[in-house]
Protein backbone atom coordinates (compact mmCIF):
# COMPACT_ATOMS: atom_id res chain seq x y z
CA UNK A 1 0.00 0.00 0.00
CA UNK A 2 2.79 2.56 0.88
CA UNK A 3 4.58 1.51 -3.01
CA UNK A 4 1.61 2.67 -4.49
CA UNK A 5 -0.25 5.28 -2.07
CA UNK A 6 1.67 8.57 -3.56
CA UNK A 7 0.47 7.18 -7.16
CA UNK A 8 -3.00 6.60 -6.01
CA UNK A 9 -3.36 10.12 -4.27
CA UNK A 10 -3.02 11.70 -7.98
CA UNK A 11 -4.80 8.70 -9.80
CA UNK A 12 -7.61 8.73 -7.58
CA UNK A 13 -8.24 12.19 -6.99
CA UNK A 14 -11.71 12.32 -7.94
CA UNK A 15 -12.66 9.33 -5.72
CA UNK A 16 -14.94 10.25 -2.75
CA UNK A 17 -13.00 8.30 -0.78
CA UNK A 18 -10.10 5.30 0.71
CA UNK A 19 -11.78 3.15 2.39
CA UNK A 20 -8.95 1.50 4.14
CA UNK A 21 -9.83 1.20 8.01
CA UNK A 22 -11.70 0.15 10.76
CA UNK A 23 -13.65 -3.49 10.55
CA UNK A 24 -11.50 -6.44 9.94
CA UNK A 25 -8.26 -4.07 10.04
CA UNK A 26 -7.74 -4.10 13.47
CA UNK A 27 -7.35 -7.99 13.97
CA UNK A 28 -6.07 -8.78 10.49
CA UNK A 29 -3.15 -5.69 10.82
CA UNK A 30 -2.05 -7.29 14.59
CA UNK A 31 -3.36 -10.69 14.26
CA UNK A 32 -1.63 -12.02 11.33
CA UNK A 33 0.07 -9.01 10.30
CA UNK A 34 1.95 -7.81 13.31
CA UNK A 35 1.33 -4.39 13.17
CA UNK A 36 -0.29 -1.45 14.64
CA UNK A 37 -3.55 -0.86 12.21
CA UNK A 38 -3.08 3.22 13.88
CA UNK A 39 0.79 3.21 12.28
CA UNK A 40 -1.08 2.03 9.25
CA UNK A 41 -3.54 4.69 9.01
CA UNK A 42 -0.92 7.65 10.19
CA UNK A 43 1.22 6.45 7.83
CA UNK A 44 -0.80 6.38 4.69
CA UNK A 45 -2.47 9.49 5.86
CA UNK A 46 0.78 11.89 5.09
CA UNK A 47 1.31 9.39 1.71
CA UNK A 48 -2.38 10.62 0.48
CA UNK A 49 -3.28 13.90 2.22
CA UNK A 50 -5.86 15.13 -0.76
CA UNK A 51 -8.65 11.61 -0.78
CA UNK A 52 -11.16 11.30 2.63
CA UNK A 53 -10.01 8.37 4.45
CA UNK A 54 -13.11 6.17 4.98
CA UNK A 55 -13.15 3.77 8.10
CA UNK A 56 -16.16 0.79 8.53
CA UNK A 57 -17.25 1.35 12.27
CA UNK A 58 -19.44 -1.52 13.62
CA UNK A 59 -21.81 1.30 15.67
CA UNK A 60 -21.84 0.20 18.96
CA UNK A 61 -19.31 -2.62 18.38
CA UNK A 62 -16.40 -0.06 17.31
CA UNK A 63 -14.07 -2.60 15.19
CA UNK A 64 -14.81 -5.53 17.27
CA UNK A 65 -17.02 -8.40 17.38
CA UNK A 66 -19.13 -7.24 20.61
CA UNK A 67 -20.50 -4.53 22.51
CA UNK A 68 -18.17 -2.24 24.60
CA UNK A 69 -18.69 0.82 27.27
CA UNK A 70 -19.92 3.89 25.76
CA UNK A 71 -16.68 5.76 26.19
CA UNK A 72 -14.85 3.17 24.48
CA UNK A 73 -16.84 4.18 21.65
CA UNK A 74 -16.12 7.39 22.04
CA UNK A 75 -12.62 7.25 22.47
CA UNK A 76 -11.92 5.40 19.43
CA UNK A 77 -13.81 8.04 17.04
CA UNK A 78 -11.80 10.67 18.77
CA UNK A 79 -8.59 8.83 18.50
CA UNK A 80 -9.66 7.95 14.51
CA UNK A 81 -9.96 11.63 13.92
CA UNK A 82 -6.68 12.61 15.65
CA UNK A 83 -4.76 10.03 13.23
CA UNK A 84 -6.26 10.66 10.07
CA UNK A 85 -9.75 9.52 9.57
CA UNK A 86 -12.29 11.67 7.73
CA UNK A 87 -15.49 9.56 7.27
CA UNK A 88 -17.34 6.81 9.77
CA UNK A 89 -19.74 4.51 7.78
CA UNK A 90 -21.60 3.62 10.79
CA UNK A 91 -23.55 0.39 10.58
CA UNK A 92 -25.01 -2.07 12.91
CA UNK A 93 -25.11 -5.69 11.98
CA UNK A 94 -28.77 -6.19 13.52
CA UNK A 95 -29.92 -2.75 12.00
CA UNK A 96 -30.65 -1.87 15.41
CA UNK A 97 -31.24 1.67 15.32
CA UNK A 98 -30.19 2.88 19.27
CA UNK A 99 -26.71 0.84 18.78
CA UNK A 100 -26.51 3.34 15.25
CA UNK A 101 -27.11 6.15 17.70
CA UNK A 102 -24.45 5.67 19.90
CA UNK A 103 -21.91 5.50 16.89
CA UNK A 104 -22.87 8.21 14.90
CA UNK A 105 -22.74 10.56 17.77
CA UNK A 106 -19.30 9.46 18.53
CA UNK A 107 -18.17 10.10 14.99
CA UNK A 108 -20.30 13.28 15.24
CA UNK A 109 -18.18 14.69 18.29
CA UNK A 110 -15.23 13.51 17.16
CA UNK A 111 -15.74 15.71 14.06
CA UNK A 112 -15.76 12.86 11.66
CA UNK A 113 -18.43 13.09 8.23
CA UNK A 114 -21.10 10.74 9.70
CA UNK A 115 -22.36 8.08 6.66
CA UNK A 116 -25.23 5.59 8.52
CA UNK A 117 -25.53 2.61 6.45
CA UNK A 118 -28.44 0.79 6.18
CA UNK A 119 -27.61 -2.83 6.06
CA UNK A 120 -29.69 -4.57 3.04
CA UNK A 121 -31.18 -7.83 3.26
CA UNK A 122 -33.87 -9.78 1.37
CA UNK A 123 -35.66 -7.78 -2.15
CA UNK A 124 -37.54 -4.79 -2.01
CA UNK A 125 -38.65 -6.04 -6.22
CA UNK A 126 -40.14 -9.20 -4.29
CA UNK A 127 -43.87 -9.59 -3.71
CA UNK A 128 -43.15 -12.42 -1.39
CA UNK A 129 -40.43 -10.53 0.82
CA UNK A 130 -42.50 -9.61 4.03
CA UNK A 131 -39.78 -8.83 6.34
CA UNK A 132 -36.90 -6.12 4.66
CA UNK A 133 -39.93 -4.29 2.17
CA UNK A 134 -38.78 -0.67 0.72
CA UNK A 135 -41.44 0.37 3.84
CA UNK A 136 -38.76 -0.83 5.66
CA UNK A 137 -35.97 0.48 4.81
CA UNK A 138 -37.18 4.27 4.43
CA UNK A 139 -38.57 3.94 7.89
CA UNK A 140 -35.22 3.15 8.59
CA UNK A 141 -33.53 5.77 6.35
CA UNK A 142 -36.42 8.28 7.95
CA UNK A 143 -34.93 7.82 11.52
CA UNK A 144 -31.34 7.91 10.55
CA UNK A 145 -32.06 11.21 8.88
CA UNK A 146 -33.58 12.38 12.33
CA UNK A 147 -30.13 11.69 13.65
CA UNK A 148 -28.42 14.52 11.58
CA UNK A 149 -26.44 12.19 9.20
CA UNK A 150 -24.20 14.08 6.55
CA UNK A 151 -24.51 10.58 4.51
CA UNK A 152 -26.80 7.89 3.74
CA UNK A 153 -24.91 4.08 3.06
CA UNK A 154 -26.48 1.63 1.57
CA UNK A 155 -24.19 -1.69 2.25
CA UNK A 156 -25.18 -4.67 0.31
CA UNK A 157 -22.84 -6.96 1.95
CA UNK A 158 -24.18 -10.54 0.78
CA UNK A 159 -24.44 -8.67 -2.76
CA UNK A 160 -28.72 -9.32 -3.05
CA UNK A 161 -29.33 -6.00 -4.48
CA UNK A 162 -30.50 -6.70 -8.21
CA UNK A 163 -30.63 -3.69 -10.26
CA UNK A 164 -34.35 -3.35 -10.14
CA UNK A 165 -33.89 -3.35 -6.92
CA UNK A 166 -31.76 -0.80 -6.78
CA UNK A 167 -33.71 1.38 -9.10
CA UNK A 168 -36.70 0.82 -7.18
CA UNK A 169 -34.96 1.71 -3.30
CA UNK A 170 -32.49 4.65 -4.75
CA UNK A 171 -35.25 6.13 -6.61
CA UNK A 172 -37.63 6.12 -3.79
CA UNK A 173 -35.19 7.26 -1.23
CA UNK A 174 -33.91 10.16 -3.56
CA UNK A 175 -37.41 10.84 -4.63
CA UNK A 176 -37.74 11.69 -0.65
CA UNK A 177 -34.49 13.31 0.44
CA UNK A 178 -33.50 15.21 -2.88
CA UNK A 179 -30.47 16.42 -1.35
CA UNK A 180 -29.33 13.45 0.46
CA UNK A 181 -25.52 12.11 -0.56
CA UNK A 182 -26.41 8.43 -1.23
CA UNK A 183 -23.53 5.59 -1.46
CA UNK A 184 -24.10 2.02 -2.50
CA UNK A 185 -22.26 -0.75 -1.67
CA UNK A 186 -22.28 -4.02 -3.18
CA UNK A 187 -19.86 -7.37 -3.52
CA UNK A 188 -20.33 -9.70 -6.64
CA UNK A 189 -20.73 -12.70 -5.47
CA UNK A 190 -23.43 -13.01 -7.82
CA UNK A 191 -21.98 -11.66 -10.67
CA UNK A 192 -24.61 -9.01 -10.53
CA UNK A 193 -23.14 -6.24 -9.01
CA UNK A 194 -21.71 -4.34 -11.84
CA UNK A 195 -25.22 -4.05 -13.18
CA UNK A 196 -26.50 -3.11 -10.10
CA UNK A 197 -24.47 -0.11 -9.34
CA UNK A 198 -24.74 1.29 -12.69
CA UNK A 199 -28.78 1.21 -11.88
CA UNK A 200 -27.96 2.65 -8.47
CA UNK A 201 -25.68 5.29 -10.41
CA UNK A 202 -28.70 6.05 -12.81
CA UNK A 203 -31.31 6.11 -9.89
CA UNK A 204 -30.07 8.86 -7.92
CA UNK A 205 -26.83 7.62 -6.15
CA UNK A 206 -24.26 9.50 -5.59
CA UNK A 207 -21.04 7.31 -5.13
CA UNK A 208 -20.50 3.51 -5.84
CA UNK A 209 -18.34 1.57 -4.39
CA UNK A 210 -15.51 -0.43 -6.85
CA UNK A 211 -12.48 -2.16 -6.37
CA UNK A 212 -9.37 -1.94 -8.64
CA UNK A 213 -10.14 -4.54 -11.26
CA UNK A 214 -7.07 -7.45 -10.18
CA UNK A 215 -8.81 -7.62 -6.40
CA UNK A 216 -12.27 -7.14 -7.72
CA UNK A 217 -15.16 -9.42 -8.70
CA UNK A 218 -16.56 -12.63 -7.04
CA UNK A 219 -17.21 -11.90 -3.13
CA UNK A 220 -15.49 -8.34 -3.63
CA UNK A 221 -16.49 -5.18 -5.06
CA UNK A 222 -17.65 -4.78 -8.77
CA UNK A 223 -14.46 -3.76 -10.93
CA UNK A 224 -13.50 -0.14 -11.37
CA UNK A 225 -12.17 0.07 -14.67
CA UNK A 226 -15.68 -1.52 -16.07
CA UNK A 227 -17.55 0.81 -14.32
CA UNK A 228 -16.06 4.02 -14.77
CA UNK A 229 -15.53 3.25 -18.37
CA UNK A 230 -20.04 2.22 -18.75
CA UNK A 231 -20.17 5.65 -16.41
CA UNK A 232 -18.94 8.24 -18.72
CA UNK A 233 -21.29 6.63 -21.36
CA UNK A 234 -24.03 8.12 -19.30
CA UNK A 235 -23.48 11.67 -18.61
CA UNK A 236 -22.68 10.38 -15.00
CA UNK A 237 -18.41 10.01 -15.73
CA UNK A 238 -16.25 9.97 -12.54
CA UNK A 239 -13.47 11.94 -14.09
CA UNK A 240 -10.64 9.01 -13.25
CA UNK A 241 -8.95 8.11 -16.05
CA UNK A 242 -9.12 5.17 -17.67
CA UNK A 243 -5.72 5.26 -18.68
CA UNK A 244 -4.59 5.81 -14.38
CA UNK A 245 -6.70 2.73 -13.60
CA UNK A 246 -4.90 0.57 -15.65
CA UNK A 247 -1.42 1.20 -14.18
CA UNK A 248 -3.05 0.97 -11.23
CA UNK A 249 -4.07 -2.43 -11.86
CA UNK A 250 -0.88 -3.84 -13.24
CA UNK A 251 0.48 -2.84 -9.83
CA UNK A 252 -1.75 -4.75 -7.51
CA UNK A 253 -2.32 -7.62 -10.32
CA UNK A 254 1.63 -8.06 -9.53
CA UNK A 255 0.87 -7.70 -5.55
CA UNK A 256 -2.13 -10.35 -5.68
CA UNK A 257 0.39 -12.77 -7.14
CA UNK A 258 2.53 -13.03 -4.07
CA UNK A 259 -0.49 -13.78 -1.58
CA UNK A 260 -1.85 -15.94 -3.96
CA UNK A 261 -1.17 -19.09 -1.93
CA UNK A 262 -4.07 -18.02 0.55
CA UNK A 263 -6.55 -17.46 -1.92
CA UNK A 264 -9.93 -19.48 -1.46
CA UNK A 265 -11.15 -21.53 -4.10
CA UNK A 266 -13.67 -19.44 -5.68
CA UNK A 267 -13.46 -19.73 -9.26
CA UNK A 268 -16.88 -18.57 -10.31
CA UNK A 269 -19.66 -16.40 -9.26
CA UNK A 270 -22.67 -18.45 -6.70
CA UNK A 271 -25.77 -16.87 -7.33
CA UNK A 272 -26.93 -19.26 -4.71
CA UNK A 273 -26.40 -15.99 -2.82
CA UNK A 274 -29.86 -15.24 -2.98
CA UNK A 275 -30.30 -18.40 -1.12
CA UNK A 276 -28.27 -18.43 1.90
CA UNK A 277 -27.29 -14.43 1.37
CA UNK A 278 -23.84 -15.12 3.08
CA UNK A 279 -21.78 -12.10 2.98
CA UNK A 280 -18.89 -11.52 0.86
CA UNK A 281 -16.56 -10.65 3.53
CA UNK A 282 -17.75 -13.85 5.27
CA UNK A 283 -18.29 -16.43 2.40
CA UNK A 284 -14.10 -17.41 1.43
CA UNK A 285 -13.61 -16.97 5.63
CA UNK A 286 -15.89 -19.64 5.98
CA UNK A 287 -14.80 -22.05 3.33
CA UNK A 288 -11.34 -21.94 4.72
CA UNK A 289 -12.67 -22.43 8.19
CA UNK A 290 -14.69 -25.06 7.05
CA UNK A 291 -11.63 -26.81 5.54
CA UNK A 292 -9.51 -26.47 8.73
CA UNK A 293 -12.65 -28.03 10.62
CA UNK A 294 -12.82 -31.19 8.74
CA UNK A 295 -15.74 -29.61 6.62
CA UNK A 296 -14.41 -28.61 3.70
CA UNK A 297 -16.05 -31.23 1.37
CA UNK A 298 -19.31 -30.11 3.17
CA UNK A 299 -19.15 -26.51 1.58
CA UNK A 300 -22.67 -27.53 -0.22
CA UNK A 301 -23.79 -28.63 3.26
CA UNK A 302 -22.55 -25.99 5.32
CA UNK A 303 -24.42 -23.55 2.83
CA UNK A 304 -27.57 -25.31 3.51
CA UNK A 305 -27.62 -25.45 6.94
CA UNK A 306 -26.29 -21.31 6.82
CA UNK A 307 -29.92 -20.88 5.45
CA UNK A 308 -31.43 -22.90 8.50
CA UNK A 309 -29.41 -21.12 11.23
CA UNK A 310 -30.66 -18.17 9.75
CA UNK A 311 -34.13 -18.97 10.14
CA UNK A 312 -33.52 -20.22 13.33
CA UNK A 313 -32.10 -17.15 14.87
CA UNK A 314 -35.09 -15.61 13.04
CA UNK A 315 -34.18 -14.38 9.68
CA UNK A 316 -31.57 -11.57 10.91
CA UNK A 317 -29.13 -8.91 9.25
CA UNK A 318 -26.05 -10.81 8.43
CA UNK A 319 -23.10 -9.04 8.71
CA UNK A 320 -20.48 -9.22 11.21
CA UNK A 321 -20.43 -9.93 13.73
CA UNK A 322 -24.26 -11.31 13.35
CA UNK A 323 -23.08 -13.14 10.25
CA UNK A 324 -20.73 -14.92 12.73
CA UNK A 325 -23.38 -15.92 14.68
CA UNK A 326 -24.87 -17.54 11.76
CA UNK A 327 -21.79 -19.08 10.66
CA UNK A 328 -20.78 -20.44 13.75
CA UNK A 329 -24.12 -22.17 14.18
CA UNK A 330 -24.07 -23.69 10.60
CA UNK A 331 -20.47 -25.37 10.93
CA UNK A 332 -21.99 -26.59 14.71
CA UNK A 333 -25.13 -28.12 13.16
CA UNK A 334 -23.12 -29.18 9.74
CA UNK A 335 -19.99 -31.04 11.92
CA UNK A 336 -23.39 -32.81 14.34
CA UNK A 337 -25.59 -33.58 11.96
CA UNK A 338 -28.32 -31.78 13.30
CA UNK A 339 -31.16 -30.27 11.42
CA UNK A 340 -33.11 -27.49 12.02
CA UNK A 341 -35.44 -29.87 13.24
CA UNK A 342 -32.82 -31.56 15.87
CA UNK A 343 -32.12 -27.92 17.33
CA UNK A 344 -35.53 -27.01 17.91
CA UNK A 345 -36.35 -30.71 19.57
CA UNK A 346 -33.30 -30.55 21.54
CA UNK A 347 -32.50 -26.63 22.36
CA UNK A 348 -32.43 -27.28 26.19
CA UNK A 349 -30.10 -29.80 26.24
CA UNK A 350 -27.64 -29.05 23.40
CA UNK A 351 -23.64 -27.05 24.00
CA UNK A 352 -24.68 -24.33 21.53
CA UNK A 353 -21.34 -21.91 20.63
CA UNK A 354 -20.55 -18.88 22.87
CA UNK A 355 -21.32 -16.94 19.89
CA UNK A 356 -24.79 -18.25 19.59
CA UNK A 357 -25.74 -18.17 22.83
CA UNK A 358 -24.09 -14.43 23.41
CA UNK A 359 -26.76 -13.52 20.11
CA UNK A 360 -29.62 -15.19 22.15
CA UNK A 361 -28.95 -13.01 25.34
CA UNK A 362 -28.98 -9.79 23.13
CA UNK A 363 -25.44 -8.81 23.52
CA UNK A 364 -25.66 -7.66 19.78
CA UNK A 365 -28.87 -5.62 20.25
CA UNK A 366 -32.27 -6.49 19.07
CA UNK A 367 -33.08 -8.29 15.89
CA UNK A 368 -35.72 -6.77 13.50
CA UNK A 369 -38.98 -8.16 14.63
CA UNK A 370 -37.29 -9.41 17.61
CA UNK A 371 -35.84 -13.08 19.34
CA UNK A 372 -37.94 -15.97 18.06
CA UNK A 373 -39.26 -17.74 21.02
CA UNK A 374 -38.90 -20.49 22.82
CA UNK A 375 -36.25 -20.99 20.95
CA UNK A 376 -34.36 -18.10 22.90
CA UNK A 377 -35.26 -19.13 27.03
CA UNK A 378 -34.09 -23.10 25.77
CA UNK A 379 -30.57 -21.53 24.27
CA UNK A 380 -29.76 -19.53 27.66
CA UNK A 381 -31.57 -21.08 29.90
CA UNK A 382 -30.63 -19.16 33.14
CA UNK A 383 -27.92 -16.63 31.16
CA UNK A 384 -28.73 -12.90 31.91
CA UNK A 385 -30.89 -11.50 29.15
CA UNK A 386 -30.40 -8.39 27.70
CA UNK A 387 -33.34 -6.65 26.23
CA UNK A 388 -31.75 -3.44 25.49
CA UNK A 389 -28.75 -1.49 24.15
CA UNK A 390 -26.24 -3.79 25.91
CA UNK A 391 -23.33 -0.96 25.93
CA UNK A 392 -25.54 0.76 28.56
CA UNK A 393 -25.45 -2.31 31.16
CA UNK A 394 -21.55 -2.09 30.89
CA UNK A 395 -19.53 0.35 33.16
CA UNK A 396 -16.78 2.95 31.34
CA UNK A 397 -13.42 2.07 31.27
CA UNK A 398 -10.32 4.03 32.99
CA UNK A 399 -8.01 4.10 30.20
CA UNK A 400 -5.64 5.84 32.84
CA UNK A 401 -5.47 2.88 34.50
CA UNK A 402 -5.47 0.53 31.70
CA UNK A 403 -2.60 2.05 30.39
CA UNK A 404 -0.40 1.90 33.46
CA UNK A 405 -0.70 -1.99 33.45
CA UNK A 406 -0.20 -2.48 29.77
CA UNK A 407 3.16 0.12 30.15
CA UNK A 408 3.80 -1.93 33.71
CA UNK A 409 4.06 -5.15 31.34
CA UNK A 410 4.92 -4.31 27.84
CA UNK A 411 7.00 -0.90 28.50
CA UNK A 412 6.66 3.13 27.90
CA UNK A 413 6.22 2.69 24.54
CA UNK A 414 2.69 1.70 24.95
CA UNK A 415 0.30 4.95 23.62
CA UNK A 416 -3.10 6.34 23.75
CA UNK A 417 -4.18 4.64 20.73
CA UNK A 418 -2.89 1.25 21.77
CA UNK A 419 -5.24 1.34 25.01
CA UNK A 420 -8.03 1.70 22.15
CA UNK A 421 -6.44 -1.39 20.36
CA UNK A 422 -6.48 -3.34 23.28
CA UNK A 423 -9.91 -2.52 24.49
CA UNK A 424 -11.11 -4.00 21.32
CA UNK A 425 -8.96 -7.11 21.00
CA UNK A 426 -7.46 -7.63 24.03
CA UNK A 427 -6.08 -11.30 23.33
CA UNK A 428 -5.11 -10.35 20.18
CA UNK A 429 -3.28 -7.09 20.82
CA UNK A 430 -1.34 -9.28 23.63
CA UNK A 431 -0.27 -11.69 21.34
CA UNK A 432 0.84 -8.85 18.89
CA UNK A 433 2.68 -7.39 21.45
CA UNK A 434 4.68 -10.28 22.47
CA UNK A 435 5.42 -11.06 19.25
CA UNK A 436 7.09 -7.05 18.33
CA UNK A 437 8.85 -7.96 21.40
CA UNK A 438 10.63 -11.02 20.56
CA UNK A 439 11.08 -10.12 16.79
CA UNK A 440 10.80 -6.32 16.30
CA UNK A 441 8.89 -4.53 13.63
CA UNK A 442 8.72 -7.16 10.75
CA UNK A 443 6.36 -4.35 8.65
CA UNK A 444 9.64 -3.52 6.64
CA UNK A 445 10.38 -7.08 5.99
CA UNK A 446 9.04 -7.54 1.93
CA UNK A 447 5.86 -9.47 1.61
CA UNK A 448 7.88 -12.57 0.02
CA UNK A 449 10.35 -13.41 2.65
CA UNK A 450 7.73 -12.05 5.34
CA UNK A 451 5.31 -15.35 4.22
CA UNK A 452 8.45 -17.56 3.46
CA UNK A 453 12.16 -18.22 3.70
CA UNK A 454 14.47 -17.35 1.33
CA UNK A 455 16.52 -19.84 -0.36
CA UNK A 456 20.18 -20.77 0.42
CA UNK A 457 22.38 -18.17 -1.03
CA UNK A 458 19.42 -15.95 -1.82
CA UNK A 459 20.09 -11.95 -0.58
CA UNK A 460 16.97 -10.34 0.75
CA UNK A 461 16.88 -6.34 0.52
CA UNK A 462 15.54 -4.67 3.71
CA UNK A 463 15.09 -0.99 4.27
CA UNK A 464 14.93 -0.39 8.17
CA UNK A 465 15.04 3.54 7.86
CA UNK A 466 15.96 5.93 4.92
CA UNK A 467 19.09 5.27 3.63
CA UNK A 468 19.42 2.23 5.93
CA UNK A 469 19.56 -1.16 4.02
CA UNK A 470 20.58 -4.68 5.28
CA UNK A 471 21.58 -7.09 3.02
CA UNK A 472 20.79 -10.21 4.17
CA UNK A 473 21.93 -13.55 2.42
CA UNK A 474 20.65 -16.89 3.75
CA UNK A 475 23.79 -19.29 3.97
CA UNK A 476 23.07 -22.36 5.62
CA UNK A 477 20.63 -24.22 8.28
CA UNK A 478 21.57 -26.51 10.76
CA UNK A 479 20.02 -29.94 12.24
CA UNK A 480 17.21 -30.23 14.81
CA UNK A 481 19.37 -29.46 18.21
CA UNK A 482 18.10 -32.53 19.95
CA UNK A 483 15.21 -31.96 22.69
CA UNK A 484 14.64 -28.22 22.18
CA UNK A 485 12.66 -28.05 18.53
CA UNK A 486 15.61 -25.45 17.30
CA UNK A 487 18.14 -24.95 14.84
CA UNK A 488 21.42 -22.41 13.98
CA UNK A 489 21.08 -20.88 10.76
CA UNK A 490 23.80 -19.10 9.51
CA UNK A 491 23.06 -15.46 7.86
CA UNK A 492 25.65 -12.88 5.73
CA UNK A 493 24.41 -9.42 6.76
CA UNK A 494 25.92 -6.68 5.46
CA UNK A 495 29.19 -9.05 4.54
CA UNK A 496 29.13 -10.22 8.24
CA UNK A 497 28.21 -14.14 9.36
CA UNK A 498 26.25 -14.22 11.88
CA UNK A 499 24.44 -17.44 13.61
CA UNK A 500 20.35 -17.27 14.67
CA UNK A 501 18.98 -20.13 16.85
CA UNK A 502 15.57 -20.23 15.29
CA UNK A 503 12.61 -21.64 16.37
CA UNK A 504 11.86 -25.08 14.12
CA UNK A 505 8.27 -25.90 14.88
CA UNK A 506 7.56 -28.47 12.18
CA UNK A 507 10.28 -30.72 14.77
CA UNK A 508 7.71 -30.15 17.65
CA UNK A 509 4.99 -31.84 16.15
CA UNK A 510 3.52 -34.82 17.83
CA UNK A 511 1.35 -37.33 17.05
CA UNK A 512 -1.14 -38.04 19.82
CA UNK A 513 -3.63 -40.91 19.84
CA UNK A 514 -6.01 -39.75 22.05
CA UNK A 515 -9.44 -41.88 24.03
CA UNK A 516 -12.76 -41.79 22.16
CA UNK A 517 -15.70 -40.88 24.25
CA UNK A 518 -17.67 -43.79 24.35
CA UNK A 519 -21.99 -44.03 24.53
CA UNK A 520 -22.16 -43.77 27.82
CA UNK A 521 -24.65 -41.09 28.67
CA UNK A 522 -21.66 -39.72 31.63
CA UNK A 523 -18.27 -40.22 28.76
CA UNK A 524 -18.23 -36.32 27.21
CA UNK A 525 -16.62 -36.01 23.83
CA UNK A 526 -15.51 -32.76 22.22
CA UNK A 527 -18.70 -31.50 20.25
CA UNK A 528 -16.02 -29.90 17.36
CA UNK A 529 -12.34 -30.49 16.34
CA UNK A 530 -10.51 -27.46 17.73
CA UNK A 531 -8.51 -26.26 20.66
CA UNK A 532 -9.20 -26.30 24.64
CA UNK A 533 -8.43 -22.74 25.87
CA UNK A 534 -10.07 -23.21 29.50
CA UNK A 535 -10.62 -26.62 31.18
CA UNK A 536 -13.23 -25.76 34.45
CA UNK A 537 -13.38 -29.27 36.37
CA UNK A 538 -10.91 -30.59 38.33
CA UNK A 539 -11.17 -34.38 39.43
CA UNK A 540 -13.50 -35.77 42.20
CA UNK A 541 -15.70 -32.53 42.00
CA UNK A 542 -19.35 -32.35 41.73
CA UNK A 543 -21.01 -31.39 38.85
CA UNK A 544 -24.80 -30.78 38.36
CA UNK A 545 -26.14 -31.12 34.42
CA UNK A 546 -25.67 -27.97 32.06
CA UNK A 547 -22.17 -26.32 34.22
CA UNK A 548 -19.54 -25.91 31.98
CA UNK A 549 -16.60 -28.49 31.93
CA UNK A 550 -14.23 -26.53 29.31
CA UNK A 551 -14.18 -24.08 26.65
CA UNK A 552 -12.84 -24.96 22.97
CA UNK A 553 -11.76 -22.92 20.34
CA UNK A 554 -12.19 -23.44 16.36
CA UNK A 555 -11.25 -20.63 14.38
CA UNK A 556 -12.24 -18.30 16.32
CA UNK A 557 -15.51 -19.85 17.40
CA UNK A 558 -15.75 -20.95 20.50
CA UNK A 559 -18.00 -22.93 22.63
CA UNK A 560 -18.37 -24.39 25.85
CA UNK A 561 -19.04 -27.81 26.79
CA UNK A 562 -21.29 -28.83 29.05
CA UNK A 563 -22.05 -31.83 31.58
CA UNK A 564 -24.79 -33.93 29.87
CA UNK A 565 -25.59 -35.77 33.33
CA UNK A 566 -25.03 -34.89 37.10
CA UNK A 567 -22.66 -36.40 39.04
CA UNK A 568 -18.95 -36.19 40.46
CA UNK A 569 -15.57 -35.72 37.90
CA UNK A 570 -14.21 -39.06 37.93
CA UNK A 571 -11.15 -38.13 35.15
CA UNK A 572 -10.48 -34.78 33.10
CA UNK A 573 -8.28 -36.06 29.93
CA UNK A 574 -7.87 -32.79 28.31
CA UNK A 575 -5.29 -29.84 29.81
CA UNK A 576 -5.40 -25.76 28.14
CA UNK A 577 -3.88 -26.01 24.83
CA UNK A 578 -4.30 -29.16 23.83
CA UNK A 579 -5.92 -30.03 20.21
CA UNK A 580 -8.19 -32.49 20.24
CA UNK A 581 -10.75 -33.95 17.44
CA UNK A 582 -14.49 -34.26 17.48
CA UNK A 583 -15.55 -37.24 20.04
CA UNK A 584 -12.20 -37.25 21.62
CA UNK A 585 -12.81 -37.74 24.96
CA UNK A 586 -12.69 -34.97 27.42
CA UNK A 587 -13.94 -36.14 30.74
CA UNK A 588 -15.77 -39.03 32.77
CA UNK A 589 -18.63 -38.27 34.75
CA UNK A 590 -20.07 -40.56 37.45
CA UNK A 591 -22.85 -40.89 38.60
Known amino acids: MVNIAKETSYALANAYSLECWGGATFDVAMRFLYEDPWERLRTLRKLVPNIPFQALVRGANGVGYTSYPDNAIYDFSKKAVENGLDIFRVFDSLNYIENMRLGIDAAKKAGGVVEAAVCYSGDVASPNEKKYTLQYYLDFVDQLVQEGIHVLGIKDMAGLL ?3 SAKILIGSIRKKYPDLP ?36 LTSQPPMGAITSALEQTGLGTGIRYADIQALNLYWSQVRMLYSCFEANVRASDSSVFDHEMPGGQYTNLMFQASQLGLGTQWTEIKRKYIEANDLCGNIIKVTPSSKVVGDFAQWMTSNNFSKED ?6 ELDFPSSVVEFFQGYLGQPVGGFPEPLRTKII ?5 IDGRPGTSLAPLDFKKIKAELRAKYGKHVTDADVTSYVMYPKVFEEFQSFVEKFGDLSVIPTRYFLGRPDIGEEM ?12 RLMAVGPVVEGRAQRDVWFEVNGEVRAVSVEDKNSAVETVQRERATSDPGSVGAPMSGVVVEVRVKEGQEIKKGDPICVM ?26 SINQGDLVVDIGH
Not at 343 to 348: F, I, K, P
Not at 381 to 385: A, D, E, L, T
Not at 461 to 472: A, F, M
Open 162 to 164: KPE
Open 182 to 217: IHVHSHDTAGISTASMLAAAAAGADVVDVAIDSMSG
Open 343 to 348: VLARAD
Open 381 to 385: RNKPR
Open 461 to 472: HISIEQGKTLII
Open 553 to 578: SAMKMESAVTAPVSGHIKRVVVHEGD
